[in-house]
């Protein structure tokens, strides 16, 4: 990305360009429609192959409407990156809610992460790829994820769920368990049953890996 | 990269090309400076902007000296992902080798981790880079560095060390945590001391993080 302009000052609400947000449902479908077609063909073809007519090709748009959301390629790039954060986050949530602990919700928050990697395996290209194109989207994804997983650990904490000596740490190692076994068992072959995986992590969390004497 | 020849078809021993492997000592100093260039070289420019010519600049030797070890940039590229791969495989083993069970030994080597990508952190933006770049190589250094972890996690289990439910997917979990927790306080930010992080993930691993009822 050209400038070191700061995400919230490129980004309006709701994904598009600042001042470009759209105000009818209407637009916001249309909006979306960008921004899925966007996942596709960045996921398929990388950033640099990936191109504008492509994008409106594929959500079946003129390229006029997609000028009325966006400013350029980038800044739909910064806004798909953004956008795939929250939709991790839509989609796991609900997946929490009801658990019975915050262990089960970890559990369970892997679990749909799992299948949601597995819809939606586009979600490690651009993620990844946004580490050399939009380095500041990179970092803001892996923060607020971080902050997210630190804040119910935290919370968890204080209703005496989980140990009290919780940090920053324990998120990053949380997150990194959770993105590596998206790799393998979501982009690079499903044959593992996600509430396995999660049983096995949940396990882990529970009660760590040592033998029991 | 081109075409799907293997790595073991591409990259001969000692990292050179296949059929170019250095035969002297002298030779073996000079593909070392030549690795050592091109890990600067990518690390600072990435593959596409570096150049063979950069390495050999900042390797001290002449250009031919590079075709007598490598055919290509891709193939010196290749070369180097394998060579990050062993390079922390090597600093990070003899930091396991005393330890007195499996966990201070994960300990060790997590701390380990942590301190080489403080003085090597081009290897995130290498590996990271692999996956569009040689997505073959991308897929070996994670999937054997994975292999090994879970043989040495087995071997535990079969020493009484660890519990013997043991799978692959505990394997990736620790992999995971491990490259996160690099990222974060090796590449991003040196504050934390890398003792501190190994102790939060022993005790995690040794005993998990639910509160003790």
Same mark, same amino acid.
């Given at each position: 990305?050209?400038?070191?302009?700061?995400?919230?000052?490129?980004?309006?609400?709701?994904?598009?360009?600042?001042?470009?947000?759209?105000?009818?449902?209407?637009?916001?479908?249309?909006?979306?429609?960008?921004?899925?077609?966007?996942?596709?063909?960045?996921? =398929?073809?990388?950033?640099?192959?990936?191109?504008?007519?492509?994008?409106?090709?594929?959500?079946?748009?003129?390229?006029?409407?997609?000028?009325?959301?966006?400013?350029?390629?980038?800044?739909?790039?910064?806004?798909?990156?953004?956008?795939?954060?929250? =939709?991790?986050?839509?989609?796991?949530?609900?997946?929490?809610?009801?658990?019975?602990? =915050?262990?089960?919700?970890?559990?369970?928050?892997?679990?749909?992460?799992?299948?949601?990697?597995?819809?939606?395996?586009?979600?490690?290209?651009?993620?990844?790829?946004?580490?050399?194109?939009?380095?500041?989207?990179?970092?803001?994804?892996?923060?607020?994820?971080?902050?997210?997983?630190?804040?119910?650990?935290?919370?968890?904490?204080?209703?005496?769920?989980?140990?009290?000596?919780?940090?920053?740490?324990?998120?990053?190692?949380?997150?990194?368990?959770?993105?590596?076994?998206?790799?393998?068992?979501?982009?690079?072959?499903?044959?593992?049953?996600?509430?396995?995986?999660?049983?096995?992590?949940?396990?882990?969390?529970?009660?760590?890996?040592?033998?029991?004497?």
């Amino acid at each position: 990305m050209a400038s070191g302009r700061g995400i919230a000052a490129t980004i309006g609400g709701e994904g598009a360009s600042a001042g470009k947000e759209p105000r009818t449902a209407r637009g916001r479908r249309t909006l979306r429609a960008i921004l899925d077609a966007a996942a596709e063909e960045f996921g =398929q073809k990388g950033f640099h192959e990936g191109s504008i007519s492509g994008i409106t090709r594929r959500a079946g748009v003129a390229l006029g409407s997609f000028y009325t959301y966006f400013d350029s390629k980038d800044d739909v790039f910064r806004a798909l990156v953004r956008d795939m954060s929250d =939709q991790v986050r839509e989609f796991v949530a609900p997946a929490m809610r009801d658990a019975a602990s =915050q262990i089960s919700a970890e559990k369970a928050a892997l679990s749909a992460f799992i299948r949601f990697a597995r819809e939606h395996k586009e979600i490690y290209r651009i993620i990844d790829e946004a580490e050399f194109v939009d380095p500041e989207s990179f970092r803001a994804h892996y923060a607020t994820t971080a902050d997210r997983i630190g804040k119910r650990l935290s919370a968890a904490a204080g209703r005496g769920e989980i140990r009290d000596d919780i940090s920053e740490i324990h998120a990053w190692a949380i997150m990194g368990m959770n993105v590596f076994l998206g790799l393998r068992y979501s982009v690079w072959d499903e044959g593992v049953d996600p509430d396995e995986i999660a049983e096995a992590v949940g396990s882990l969390l529970a009660h760590g890996i040592a033998a029991k004497r």
